[in-house]
């Protein structure tokens, strides 16, 4: 683009231009050039021819400076190389005239509102996406943290003391109650998967010494502890397959304290409420399941 202050020094520069080619156009038609002054001082004047002799012969005069009767003589005609350049004045003046009424370029004053206006739309379009990504990340990132917090809970309200629990349990019914027992009470009290059954002994009555029952007592406390947990702590389990486990868990815990305590001695149908045996495995697949969420999450 040019520089806006040099439109006047560019009009010139054309008008100069189409002069010089009016002029040479004009040249080149052939216009006679008028004689140039050396030419007229060197022109051989004309010689008049001598008076005849006689007497009625008369001197030559000179005409009057002034015309005829002493008036001043008419000014003489243009030439044609005058007219010819009188018309290239014309031409180039008139050309002049028509190159200052052509349209100044205003382009900038023209479309600076609307680039100006492009530009504030483009910055606004731009802030609005950075905001909407920093808002959807945000909110991401919340929604993560949520979770997590959820997760959490879960492990620390239930899932881990609930394995603290039976852990516990497991110990002192595994590691202790059950070494004690002869092969004479595991055959009686075995269940349908021939496992041994504390129900089944306790329904049909069987008399445990005193550290068999001090060892099933303190079981029976840890299985109060854990129906308790269940029961206020139920709304952390989001599955209802084990939700069911657990249901069955509490009733076996509730059997085990009533037995202990004499009732329903000798009704076989509490000896169908043995523990669950799968509610174990069924929690320690639970727990590994949110703990590797939980990592996932904390990446």
Known sequence: MRPLGSQGTHRRHCIILVGLVVVVATSSLGFAQPPSPSAQATKPLPVAAPP??????????????????????????PSLQEVQIGQ??????????????LPRPSWIK????????????LIAIISLRSNLTM?????????????????REKIDQFYGPFILLRAKSKGLYEGLFLARRTEDERRKFSGADGAY???????????????????????TEIGQQ???????????VDEEDLQRVLSRATVHFWVIDQLMQGKFVGDEEFSTF??????DDKVQEKLKTLNERLAKLSE
């Open 52 to 77: 005849a002799a006689g007497p009625t012969a008369k001197p030559p005069q000179a005409p009057p400076l002034g015309g005829s009767q002493g008036q001043p003589s008419a000014p003489a005609a």
């Open 88 to 101: 290239v004045l014309a031409a180039v003046l008139d050309t002049q005239a028509k190159v200052n009424a």
């Open 110 to 121: 023209d479309w600076a509102p609307v680039i100006a206006a492009a530009l504030t739309a």
């Open 135 to 151: 808002s959807e990340r945000t909110l991401k990132e919340k929604a993560r943290e949520e979770e997590r917090k959820a997760i």
């Open 197 to 219: 059954r504390t129900v089944l002994a306790l329904v049909r009555g069987h008399h445990f010494n005193s550290s068999d029952m001090a060892l099933l007592k303190q079981i």
């Open 226 to 236: 854990s129906a308790n947990l269940i029961q206020t702590k139920m709304g952390l």
């Open 274 to 279: 043995v523990f669950p045996s799968d509610l």
